[in-house]
């Protein structure tokens, strides 16, 4: 069976978006993983408008990248940097 | 099956996301880390459900001149849309939450919140 | 030992769930159910019924404009929530005015300064064209929010309070559900039902779509403002 460009693309981007997820529950620093999951929402957002849902990109982008990771870095900043 | 998986490979990825987020609510104790985990299961079901929108070619349901079919499934996309905004609502909230368990515990780590009872 | 116990759960209830995603209809397919009973139909005669070229916005606005009412709703409790959870003593620690919180590179000052305008200028260009490309009410008050969230970074939260001073910022709070509620009363005095629609494409439909869009666009916007600068106030 023949892959399209698209496909490998699609594939190329799940992957990362695996990593990425793997990488938020594997980082001990919670800056750190704040700001992969803002990554992993950016990457997220690329899928949708790869699949037709350019408003739903959108709003990922600036309330997943944007909005959840600003609150994030507030709630670490008032609280402790660093799990045990 | 994997003949099946690999056609339907949007829905797998859904479902290990899901997992790996349902593993970070579990097994971590940071309640921070926590929240990471409950939005990463979060954008896996979105993902879910956008996935089950698209058709094949399908483009952006966005009529007017120079439109041409097929579009994808505007319903799922409603319902996330909905979805996203009410999962950032509730990410305020609780983060607001643990803060104050910061102040009133001095700690965010689950076991030691059970240890103080 | 915990860790391999819940990673050995979670691959066995991989197992279904993986087993359930092969056996649905094949990814893409325009044969699968969720596409072929009221969608078509959305898609076929949706711009017009719906007063938006962009069918999502119909279908937020108009087919499912109760939901988005809810949602709205949702959004203000939460800022409420927030708010009453988070109380603080009342007066914050005195900012001198202008100063930013962190030392910053003037780099970034001058360009979030020279910058700003367009960004809401962007912002409110999504508002408004929600109905003919994507974009919408609440992607826009979110742009605008995030404007006011790098404001207040770089600027100092007085520069950034101006913006949405503390006199009506409970009224723009409630924006959003009180444009619903009113648009929503004006279509039942005009069609009979809440939150009904004069028959489409008409000059009227389109101004209380943007009518909706507008206040969940400002209401969007402070309330995230809001959240963003009370979880900041807390110590």
């Not at chain 2, 009410?86 to 983060?95: D, G, K, N, P």
Request: with cysteine; glycine share 10%; charged share 15%.
């Amino acid at each position: 069976m023949t892959i399209e460009a698209s496909r490998l693309f699609d594939v190329g981007l799940m992957t990362l978006l695996v990593l990425c997820a793997l990488a938020v529950v594997r980082t001990k620093d919670l800056l750190a993983a704040a700001i992969i999951f803002s990554a992993y929402s950016l990457v997220m957002c690329l899928v949708w408008d790869h699949r037709g849902a350019p408003d739903v990109a959108m709003t990922e982008a600036a309330v997943g990248a944007g909005v959840t990771t600003v609150l994030f870095l507030l709630a670490i900043g008032k609280t402790v940097r660093r799990e045990k | 099956m994997i003949g099946a998986l690999w056609s339907n490979f949007d829905y797998a990825v859904s479902v290990v996301l899901f997992l790996i987020g349902l593993y970070c609510v579990i097994a971590k104790n940071n309640l921070i880390k926590k929240f990471m985990g409950l939005n990463i299961m979060e954008t896996s079901v979105f993902a879910f459900i956008v996935a089950i929108g698209v058709v094949d070619r399908g483009s952006a349901p966005i009529m007017g001149p120079g439109a041409r079919g097929p579009f994808v499934n505007p319903i799922p996309q409603a319902l996330i849309l909905t979805g996203i905004v009410v999962a950032v609502s509730t990410t305020a909230l609780a983060l607001s939450l643990i803060v104050r368990v910061w102040h009133q515990c001095g700690t965010i780590e689950a076991d030691e919140l059970r240890e103080l009872e | 030992m915990k860790k391999a116990l819940i990673i050995a759960l979670l691959a066995v209830a991989a197992i279904p769930l993986l087993a359930a995603m092969a056996s649905m209809p094949r990814f893409g397919s325009p044969e699968q159910p969720a596409y072929t009973h009221v969608a078509s139909r959305y898609l076929q005669k949706g711009a017009e019924e719906a007063g938006a070229d962009n069918v999502v916005t119909g279908v937020i606005l108009n087919y499912r404009g109760f939901d988005t009412n809810g949602e709205v709703t949702v959004i203000f409790t939460a800022c409420a929530a927030t708010a009453a959870v988070l109380v603080t003593s009342g007066s914050r620690k005195k900012e001198k005015p202008g100063e930013a919180t962190v030392p910053l590179s003037p780099v970034v000052g001058y360009v979030v300064r020279l910058l700003a305008p367009f960004i809401a200028l962007f912002a409110f260009y999504v508002v408004l064209f929600g109905e003919v490309s994507p974009g919408g009410g609440f992607q826009g008050g979110t742009i605008f929010a995030a404007l006011i969230i790098i404001l207040s970074v770089v600027a100092g939260r007085n520069v950034a309070e101006r913006v949405l001073p503390a006199r009506v910022r409970p009224w723009l709070q409630i924006a959003g559900p009180l444009s619903f509620i009113a648009v929503g009363t004006l279509g039942a005095v005009l069609t009979g039902s809440y939150l009904g629609f004069p028959h489409a494409r008409g000059l009227l439909a389109t101004a209380m779509l943007m009518g909706i869009e507008l206040g969940i666009g400002i209401g969007g916007a402070t309330v995230f403002a809001s959240i963003f600068w009370r979880l900041g106030d807390e110590p």
